[in-house]
């Protein structure tokens, strides 16, 4: 991590809109970079630790908090945007919700221009269930490559920890838009945030 990097996490940084559909997306007027993942696996928590604000996200102890695409500009004017996409995988969510939102981030992926590239967040107690591979095969199709970040390491041994990181990298061997490795996270300790942030600028660059 570089002074150029804290440089501009520590620099104006706004959240601009919610987006229930697409025809509220806001103008594609700058690189965007989107964070997809179960309900509860810690989006909006890593959102806050990235963007070193507390609750510029809006977190919650109870799954299916975040219902809309959420845009958070970093810069002024924005050099970037992070989006905070809604979780999928809730099963007490109702049916015509879970087809809204899944139609929601299919077309937002499929026919965004200006996203630059998106983490795929896996909860390192849970690893891989059956909807992230769901997922992988959304993003897979959408051509839209994309990183897989773990989230809160904070809440497992390292034995337990290595051992779903394995299986992950495992998993991500067979899907052509994921890149390969790990960045293994915690947002509740702020582990793996630099890291984080370098692959965001990183994704700008190639
Ligand atoms: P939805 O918006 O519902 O899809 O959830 P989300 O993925 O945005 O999850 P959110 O950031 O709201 O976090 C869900 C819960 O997990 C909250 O109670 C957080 O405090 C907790 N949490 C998030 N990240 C971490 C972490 O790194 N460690 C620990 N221990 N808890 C975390
Ligand atoms: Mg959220």
Same mark, same amino acid.
């Given at each position: 991590?570089? =002074?150029?990097?804290?440089? /501009?996490?520590?620099?104006?940084?706004?959240?601009?809109?919610?987006?229930?559909? @697409?025809?509220? %997306?806001?103008?594609?007027?700058?690189?965007?970079?989107?964070?997809? !993942?179960?309900?509860?696996?810690?989006?909006?928590? @890593?959102?806050? *630790?990235?963007?070193?604000?507390?609750?510029?996200?809006?977190?919650?102890?109870?799954? !299916?908090?975040?219902?809309?695409?959420?845009?958070?500009?970093? #810069?002024?004017?924005?050099?970037?945007? /992070?989006? +905070?996409?809604?979780?999928? #995988?809730?099963?007490? =969510?109702?049916?015509?919700?879970?087809?809204?939102?899944?139609?929601?981030?299919? +077309?937002?992926?499929?026919?965004?221009?200006? %996203? *630059?590239?998106?983490?795929?967040? /896996? &909860?390192?107690?849970?690893? /891989?269930?059956?909807? +992230?591979? &769901?997922?992988? *095969?959304?993003?897979?199709?959408?051509?839209?490559?994309?990183?897989?970040?773990?989230?809160?390491? &904070?809440?497992?041994?390292?034995?337990?920890? &290595?051992?779903?990181?394995?299986?992950?990298?495992?998993?991500?061997?067979?899907?052509?838009? *994921?890149?390969?490795?790990?960045?293994?996270?915690?947002?509740?300790?702020?582990?793996?945030?630099?890291?984080?942030?370098?692959?965001? @600028?990183?994704?700008?660059?190639?």
């Amino acid at each position: 991590m570089n =002074a150029d990097h804290n440089a /501009i996490f520590s620099g104006p940084v706004a959240f601009l809109k919610s987006a229930p559909k @697409l025809e509220f %997306l806001p103008d594609a007027e700058a690189p965007e970079i989107a964070f997809a !993942g179960r309900s509860n696996v810690g989006k909006s928590s @890593l959102i806050n *630790a990235l963007l070193g604000r507390k609750a510029i996200a809006r977190t919650s102890v109870t799954p !299916g908090r975040t219902q809309e695409l959420n845009f958070f500009d970093v #810069g002024a004017p924005p050099s970037f945007r /992070i989006v +905070d996409m809604p979780g999928y #995988g809730y099963a007490r =969510a109702p049916v015509k919700t879970v087809l809204r939102w899944r139609y929601l981030i299919n +077309d937002y992926l499929r026919g965004r221009q200006v %996203l *630059a590239r998106t983490f795929l967040l /896996i &909860d390192a107690r849970r690893g /891989i269930g059956k909807v +992230d591979v &769901d997922m992988m *095969a959304m993003l897979d199709g959408a051509a839209v490559s994309y990183r897989t970040v773990l989230t809160k390491t &904070d809440k497992v041994k390292q034995t337990e920890r &290595d051992k779903v990181a394995a299986e992950v990298e495992a998993a991500l061997r067979g899907h052509p838009a *994921a890149f390969p490795g790990l960045i293994l996270t915690s947002s509740e300790k702020n582990y793996g945030i630099e890291e984080l942030r370098s692959a965001v @600028l990183g994704s700008m660059r190639c």
